[in-house]
């Protein structure tokens, strides 16, 4: 699947994830998340399409599941938490992932 195409498919699958969360914010913020430890660790760049003052919503390729916990970071470092899977809802190859803040995020954009 080119690029592009794969781009709006995650775009998509997130857009309808976030009608489930009221809240959510559009944002658009590059991350890169990091799955497992030691030598099972993943690394996947997404961004994050949606936020709430708890949740981030995203796009990935990664079979994730419900309460796996990953490490989210910004490029500039600014954020870099760990959170946990709360909804993962797939559609072709891609999969749109919410996922709660496991720590309180004393710097994130969107306030509660």
């Not at 913020?29 to 497992?36: A, D, K, M, Q, T």
């Not at 709430?52 to 599941?65: H, I, K, M, N, R």
Request: hydrophobic share 45%.
């Amino acid at each position: 699947m080119p690029l592009d195409t794969a781009t709006g498919v995650r775009e998509r699958a997130v857009n309808r994830l976030a009608k489930f969360f009221s809240a959510a914010c559009p944002v658009r913020i590059p991350v890169r998340l990091e799955r497992g430890r030691g030598a099972q660790i993943a690394f996947e760049n997404t961004v994050i399409e949606f936020g709430t003052a708890q949740e981030v919503l995203f796009g990935s390729a990664l079979p994730l599941d419900i309460a796996e916990r990953l490490r989210v970071e910004n490029f500039d470092g600014s954020l870099n938490v760990e959170v946990e899977v709360v909804a993962v809802q797939c559609h072709e190859e891609e999969r749109a992932v919410a996922a709660r803040f496991l720590q309180q995020v004393p710097h994130w954009i969107l306030k509660g």
